[in-house]
Every structure is written in structure tokens, then in C-alpha cells.
């Protein structure tokens, strides 16, 4: 990156879904997610995939948290890797990078 440009990183609202464990509600996950614009000359061409691209990370979301895999702690490398991999897809690989804000878990 040349010295003195701006970074740019895109906020995505918290992704809250519930945890299912035999079909019943025992928790929650919420991911504070932003997407760092590699290079702020495709920020436009990313920002217009925003939408898809938090309905297709709360739609794998809330797949995994009924899953197994939720029944314990979350794989939160893993599911960065899923999201990553969405990314790369829809805007095009090296075009931004997916980073966790904030991660909660919790059980009831």
C-alpha cells in the first residue's frame, strides 16, 4: 500500500442468530464483521455487493448455529474461512478481506 493512502474498512451491521440444539433456542452468536477494501479504487464495486453479501454470511450463519458444530464452541475460524471464500466469490478474489470486530457466544 503506498505510504500516506487510507485504509478502508466497511462496517456490516452485527450478525445476531440464534443457537438450536434440538430445536430448541440455548444461545445466541453475534459477529461484529468488517470487510477492509484492499484496494479503495474497488470500494464502489464492493460496497454494491454489501447486501448479498450479509444476507449470504446470515444465511450460512444460521445453518451453522443449528448445526452441531454450534453445540459447542464456535468455530470462528472456520466460519471466517466460509465468509472469506463469499467474499472472494461475489467481488472478486484480493478485492477485500473479511475481519472480526467483535465475536459473542452465549448460552442459555
Not at 505510504?3 to 442468530?17: A, S
Not at 470487510?35 to 448479498?52: A, C
Request: aromatic content about 6%; overall charge positive; glycine content about 10%.
Amino acid at each position: 500500500m503506498a505510504q500516506g493512502q487510507i485504509q478502508l474498512y466497511l462496517n456490516l451491521k452485527p450478525l445476531i442468530v440464534p443457537v438450536l440444539v434440538e430445536g430448541r433456542v440455548r444461545g445466541k452468536i453475534t459477529l461484529a464483521l468488517k470487510l477492509h477494501v484492499l484496494d479503495r479504487g474497488d470500494s464502489k464495486d464492493v460496497q454494491k455487493h454489501m447486501p448479498k453479501l450479509r444476507d449470504s454470511f446470515l444465511s450460512y450463519l444460521y445453518t451453522y448455529a443449528s448445526s452441531t458444530d454450534a453445540a459447542g464452541v464456535p468455530q470462528l475460524a472456520s466460519i471466517l474461512g466460509r465468509f472469506q471464500r463469499m467474499v472472494d466469490k461475489r467481488v472478486g478474489k484480493g478485492k477485500g478481506k473479511v475481519l472480526v470486530h467483535q465475536a459473542l457466544s452465549g448460552r442459555r
